[in-house]
């Protein structure tokens, strides 16, 4: 990162959206004996702090034009961003053009800007950042003789390495850092397209856009996928807050594997469907028990009994603070892999400690389910908004002569509650706050109720007098029929079926309660 002679300037051009830090980094910057060549608003900033910049138009003899669209598109700034070493000396002196050795630049706020739903499509264009991505490519193509810095996080580590490294970037930071770049500026161009893509031909917001840009920065690599054989890594979204299983901090464990990722994301979007006490026990994507009660502890332990067999090696998953106590039970209890919580209390981790191989993940509350779904398929993606879909008494319709008691209510809206985070086909039985039976991803309704049945009595649970949801209608009978000999008492599913009125007739001659939400929850 030499000049083009020992005694020549050594140049930090600064042009930055975000201002944030940027006259405590400049006057670091100042200190290794960089002259500053800033723009507009960031020189104004910089020289009312009382340090000495040159401005761009002085820079370029060309004045900023077109209320300040046209700036650092200019020969000398380009020409100063990609000269090469040992290449372009010679040119740059017959057009004087002084070697740029750091690069300072932030975009324009896109995203912030038109994250706003009143954003105009005029206030969105101006927000369309021209010069600034030109300069930041011009730069980090360059990296071998150029530091492009891009975000105010790295100004401590820039201005350390400065320090430690007798005032120069070493090169595999200026690659680091070009590599960062070039991942801002995808991101920046991907906003850019997913929003003016999604503006119909009336002006409309389209619900997704003609070409759909994901951008993800990678997490960890992982041991495997889901089998030894298949090779994995863990990304989450770029440039953004992280949320969900992405913002979790691991207090203890092994690393976590493929499945034990997909499984804690099932597990955290089940949970954070409950305010009180809650507890959800998750195996191979499908809850296998989940319960709410006074307490964790209590809420734990009616989760488990729903089917003890299962939740071994299972995904369990809280919605409050763990206490010791509760550790201490589920340790006695089961062997577990993973335990997610907002928080563990200092009890209830000297307690896991006894277990270091257990996976502890503190997990923002009700941060699961966020964001569009993605599937992927051959040749592409299914694109999907989230199934935040949520009814409560007042949504339903009761469609059988017997009527809902407030107690049955209470179970019919929990049930619906669990049964939205179970593989279609899906059934749940449920009473007082736990599930006493669940049957997941059947091909038919009626055996996923057969498999609910069974399973609750290999757990020796009670259901008669229990409520049943099933994720989407009835297409038949039998399945009413099937939840009648299981000692049912009310039953909530979406209806809409072409035979309802034969379900309805078989729920009022066993003298069941139904009700309709009009809402369904096909999870494949």
């Known amino acids: ?25 400049a006057r670091g910057l100042t200190d290794h004996g960089f002259h500053l060549l800033s723009t507009g608003g960031t020189a104004r900033a910089l020289e009312a702090a009382g340090l000495e910049v040159t401005a761009i138009d002085d820079f370029t003899g060309f004045p900023e034009i077109m209320g300040g669209r046209v700036k650092t598109l200019h020969p000398r700034v380009h020409g100063g961003l990609l000269g090469r070493e040992g290449t372009d000396e010679a040119v740059m002196r017959e057009h004087d053009i002084p070697r740029i050795e750091l690069a300072v630049i932030n975009l324009y706020p896109f995203e912030s800007v038109t994250a706003d739903p009143e954003c105009s499509l005029e206030t969105a264009i101006e927000n369309i950042d021209i010069g600034g991505p ?16 891009t975000d105010p996080d790295q100004y401590p580590r820039v201005l350390a390495m400065l320090s430690d490294n007798g005032g120069r970037l070493d090169a595999a930071y200026r690659f680091e850092l070009a590599v960062h770049a070039f991942d801002r500026i995808a991101r920046y161009d991907a906003a850019i397209s997913n929003y003016l893509s999604a503006i119909g031909p009336d002006g409309e917001r389209l619900q997704f856009p003609q070409q759909a840009t994901g951008c993800f920065e990678k997490i960890m690599d992982l041991r495997y996928g889901e089998n030894p054989h298949q090779k994995a890594a863990w990304f989450r979204t770029a440039g953004a807050e992280p949320t969900g299983l992405a913002a979790a901090r691991q207090l203890q464990g092994k690393e976590l594997s493929f499945n ?8 955290l979007g089940a949970v954070a469907a409950f305010d009180g006490p809650a507890c959800v026990i998750v195996k191979h994507a499908n809850p296998c028990g989940v319960a709410i009660a006074g307490s964790l502890r209590d809420a734990y332990g009616r989760a488990f009994e729903t089917d003890p067999t299962s939740a071994f090696g299972g995904i369990i998953a809280f919605n409050q603070p763990l206490d010791g106590d509760t550790a201490r039970d589920l340790m006695d209890r089961q062997f577990v892999e993973v335990v997610i919580a907002p928080d563990f209390d200092a009890d209830a981790q000297a307690a896991f400690a006894a277990k270091p191989n257990v996976r502890l993940l503190a997990a923002p509350p009700g941060s699961g389910g966020a964001g569009p779904d993605i599937k992927r398929i051959s040749g592409g993606i299914l694109l999907q908004s989230a199934d935040a879909a949520s009814v409560d008494r ?6 059988t002569k017997m009527q809902p008691t407030d107690e049955q209510w209470a179970d019919l809206l929990f049930a619906w509650k669990v049964v939205k985070s179970v593989k279609s086909n899906a059934i749940v039985f449920a009473a007082d706050g736990q599930t006493r039976g669940i049957g997941a991803g059947q091909m038919s309704r009626v055996d996923a109720t057969r498999i609910a049945r069974w399973k609750a009595g290999e757990a020796g649970l009670e259901l008669n007098g229990t409520a049943l949801a099933s994720d989407a209608f009835f297409p038949f009978r039998d399945g009413i029929d099937t939840a009648a000999e299981a000692g049912v008492a009310c039953v909530i599913q979406p209806g809409g079926s072409m035979r309802d009125e034969e379900v309805i007739a078989a729920a009022d001659e066993h003298g069941i309660a139904m009700i309709f939400t009009g809402v369904r929850h096909f999870r494949h």
């Open 260 to 267: 034990n990722i997909a499984d804690a994301d099932a597990a």
């Open 394 to 399: 007042d949504d339903c319709r009761i469609v």
């Open 134 to 149: 030109a300069m930041v490519r011009s730069a980090a193509k360059n990296h071998t003789s150029v530091g492009i810095v």
């Open 1 to 25: 990162m030499n000049g083009s002679s020992e005694s020549a300037p050594r140049w930090a051009l600064i042009s930055v959206s975000d201002k944030r830090d940027i006259v405590d980094f």
